[in-house]
């Protein structure tokens, strides 16, 4: 059997996910001809080719469908260990680069940040808030933090902390709300999706045709218009956790519906990396941090429970959720 070039791997790979000579070689950092050279001693190297020409497409034949599949594990392997290996060569000047989406960036790490420079000042730490899931070997990530059910191809994930949906609102939403019952809630603006709040509601067996007045593809923006009392909204405990503290955001009822394939939040990582000190120091402080948020949603709802006479809209089962007194002025949003 032929031996297999190993040097052309790299560029069969991209041809094969990109369709295209061209884009391929953009990805690469090399000329056109170049990558077809490449293609052509694969083919020539095993015997048969692995794609099939379509005019300025070159797509994957079954051939090349089998070569992918077993190849693609072993340079994904070959990826994972050259960023293992920059990082340990990285010495004294650590860098951790993490992946985030969005809201957690913003209304929960940010307000960190200073606490981990505390307490690894050795280790910079480089965060880029993204949507999208991004590829943490091509992009030169070490680690990302998402929201979902696991499950990520490729990766060592560990789950980090579930954080369900509750219903929030500015004080004077909740000033609103006060005394009136749950499904008052249904008479207020709303924000986010008409599905999730129908589920909310009938979690308590109230029935309600939500329609919200807008939405947002991000939940920082949607506890952002909340506290500016363009509406109420559903958003993640964990999220709300500052904005509890100061009073910003009032929680206006003790119900909580968990999103199967978002409540919980995971630290993901090449597994090449495991071990390596600056991400294991990053899993320590993640679970701390988390620890006290917890801690304090904890000790919010206690506090809710013993102030009766300043709460939210009572509950089918009599349970409240503190609002603030209506003789204090409500601060503003920052």
């Known amino acids: 059997m032929a031996r297999l070039p190993l040097q052309t791997l790299p560029a069969f790979r991209a041809v094969a996910r990109l369709a295209n000579l061209r884009a391929a070689a953009e990805a690469l950092h090399l000329t056109h001809s170049a990558v077809s050279q ?20 070159v797509v994957l034949n079954a051939a090349g469908q089998a070569l992918l599949s077993s190849t693609e594990g072993a340079l994904a392997l070959l990826d ?34 200073a606490r981990w420079r505390e307490r690894h000042p050795a280790i910079a730490i480089e965060v880029e808030a993204s949507m999208r899931i991004v590829d943490l070997q091509r992009e030169g990530f ?48 709303m924000i986010g999706e008409a599905d999730l709040w129908a589920r909310w ?49 009032v929680r206006l009822s003790p119900r909580a519906i968990d999103v199967a394939d978002a409540s919980a939040y995971y630290l993901v990582y090449p597994t090449a990396l495991s071990g390596w000190p600056p991400l294991n120091a990053l899993h320590v402080w993640l679970l701390d941090e988390l620890a006290a948020a917890q801690q304090e949603l904890v000790a919010q709802r206690r506090r809710d429970t013993a102030s009766p006479s300043e709460t939210a809209p009572e509950g089918p089962t009599g349970s409240r959720s503190r609002a603030p007194s209506a003789k204090r002025a409500p601060r503003r949003a920052r």
């Open 142 to 189: 070490h680690a990302g933090v998402r929201a979902g059910m696991g499950g990520w191809s490729g990766l060592t994930e560990v789950k980090l902390i579930d954080s369900p949906l509750i219903a929030l609102g500015a004080p004077n939403a909740a000033r609103r709300l006060l005394g009136r019952g749950e499904a008052a809630l249904a008479d207020e603006p």
């Open 80 to 113: 994972e260990g050259l960023q293992a290996a920059a990082a340990a060569a990285s010495g004294n000047e650590q860098r951790l680069r993490v992946t985030v989406v969005p809201s957690f960036a913003q209304r929960w790490l940010l307000p960190r940040i």
């Open 38 to 57: 490449q293609i052509r001693l694969l083919e020539e190297q095993i015997g048969f080719q692995v794609f099939d020409r379509r005019g300025r497409r």
């Open 201 to 249: 509601f009938a979690a308590g067996g109230i029935q309600a045709r939500p329609r919200p007045v807008a939405d947002f593809n991000d939940a920082g923006l949607m506890l952002q218009a909340a506290e500016h009392d363009i509406g109420i909204t559903l958003a993640r405990e964990l999220l709300a956790v500052d904005a509890l503290a100061r009073g910003t955001l």
